[in-house]
């Protein structure tokens, strides 16, 4: 059984299943975006739906963050376009940024991953450590070195040797969030775990920082 929803002028297609094993109603979101509203053998469906009607926003919530994740060219918070334009007089490839769309020009034979992944990374190298002296010095911290890896498994990191590290995949996000990063790094120069006076501090720079955080969690 199949239940169109809409939701901010956006409709969905539930399917509904009736299953044995189920204690309790519930709403799964796959990765491909389908919607199943899992009902107990026991319980109607009338009962189910009224529970559906409870959960669209978080439903609203789930696909949002599935849509992020499936525009994988995306440059400080907004979904960029490509477009691949041949140069055959010349054998390396070029990148350009323009109104919102990257443009690449390759007489090579390399996927627009690569070559996307490849342009972030100097955006980052860029960016980054600039954004990280502006903020140190507005805030009063102090650090020995900044860098921009191809960290895969965190956001950024600090040493005991005040030194810090970023992931470039960081300019997919916002401003805001970079920041909530940076400043969650900087923080560590003063407190190296993350006991309530780390977070206190996070707090007293940046009050709203949960925001961000749930942000990258999601991401």
């Known amino acids: 059984m199949i239940k169109q929803v809409d939701v901010n002028n956006k409709s969905y297609n539930i399917v509904i299943k009736k299953s044995k094993r189920a204690k309790h109603i519930q709403l799964r979101i796959h990765k491909t975006g389908e919607i199943n509203l899992i009902v107990p053998l026991r319980s109607s469906i009338e009962k ?6 409870e959960q669209l926003e978080w439903i609203e919530k789930k696909i949002s963050k599935l849509a992020f994740n499936k525009n994988k060219f995306r440059y400080l918070g ?37 070559l996307y992944d490849q342009w972030l990374f100097e955006k980052a190298k860029l960016f980054i450590p600039q954004r990280v002296h502006q903020l140190a010095d507005k805030y009063g911290f102090v650090f020995n070195s900044v860098k921009v890896k191809r960290l895969r498994s965190r956001w950024g ?7 810090l590290s970023f992931s470039y995949r960081l300019m997919q996000f916002d401003f805001n969030v970079i920041d909530y ?17 780390f977070w206190s501090l996070v707090r007293s720079v940046l009050p709203d920082y949960q925001n961000y955080k749930k942000t990258l969690s999601s991401n």
């Not at 189910?48 to 009607?53: E, G, P, Q, R, V």
């Not at 990063?181 to 006076?197: D, P, Q, R, W």
């Open 48 to 53: 189910a739906l009224n529970f559906l009607d």
């Open 78 to 114: 907004s979904r960029i376009n490509i477009r691949s334009i041949t140069d055959k007089k010349d054998n390396l490839f070029s990148i350009y940024w323009f109104d919102n769309e990257l443009i690449k020009s390759t007489s090579q034979e390399i996927k627009v991953e690569q």
């Open 181 to 197: 990063v940076i400043i969650h790094e900087l923080c560590h120069l003063k407190e190296m775990n993350h006991s309530k006076a």
């Open 157 to 163: 990191s600090c040493s005991s040797k005040k030194n």
